[in-house]
C-alpha cells in the first residue's frame, strides 16, 4: 500500500512540505509515501485512475472541491474532512465520507473503512460520479451564467423611478 500526497504548499515547497518531509524520514515512510508536488492536469489524471480512495483533510480547504469533484467525476471515492463548503458537495455516507475537522483518527478511519470495504468504495465512487455528473457539469454551469446576464441586462433596462 502507498501514500501519493499531491499539491505543493504556499511557499513552492520551502514551507509546510519541508515539515512533512521531516515526519516522513522520521518514521521511515519513504518506501510507501511520495510527495507529488504540484502536478499537471494529465497527471491529475493519472493518478486518479490509479488511487483507490482521495483524501482531502484540510482544516479549512477553499479549494478542495474542485479536486473533489475531479476525483468523484473518474468514481473514486471521496473522504474529506467537513470543513468550508464540504458539506455542499459531499452528502456523508451517500456519495462520499465527512469527518469531522481535526480528528486524524476519523479520517484514518474512513480511509480504513473505505480500503477494507471495496463494494462501498465502489458505491461511493459511483455515486459521487453521478452528482458530479447531474448537479456540476458545463450545462449547468453555463445556464446559470446566461440567467444571470439576463437578469443583469433586465435590470439595466428599467428607467429609474
Known amino acids: 500500500m502507498s501514500l501519493k500526497i499531491g499539491g505543493e504548499d504556499a511557499e513552492m515547497g520551502r514551507g509546510y512540505r519541508k515539515v512533512i518531509e521531516s515526519e516522513i524520514e522520521h518514521n521511515q515512510l519513504q518506501d510507501c509515501v511520495t510527495l507529488l508536488g504540484a502536478v499537471s492536469e494529465e497527471e491529475n489524471i493519472l493518478q486518479y485512475s490509479d488511487a483507490h480512495v482521495y483524501v482531502m483533510g484540510s482544516l479549512d480547504e477553499a479549494a478542495g472541491a474542485v479536486a473533489a469533484m475531479e476525483a468523484m467525476a473518474m468514481e473514486v471515492p471521496v473522504v474529506m474532512t467537513d470543513a468550508g463548503a464540504n458539506s455542499e458537495l459531499i452528502d456523508n455516507g451517500i456519495d462520499g465520507l465527512l469527518v469531522e475537522v481535526k ?12 480500503l477494507n470495504n471495496p463494494e462501498e468504495a465502489e458505491r461511493l465512487g459511483c455515486s459521487g ?3 458530479v455528473q447531474e448537479k456540476f457539469n ?8 446566461a440567467d444571470f446576464l439576463t437578469k443583469t441586462q433586465k435590470l439595466k433596462s428599467v428607467p429609474n423611478r
Open 129 to 131: 460520479r453521478s452528482k
Open 103 to 114: 480528528n486524524a483518527d476519523a479520517l484514518a478511519n474512513a480511509i480504513e473503512h473505505l
Open 138 to 145: 458545463h450545462h449547468l454551469s453555463a445556464r446559470a451564467i
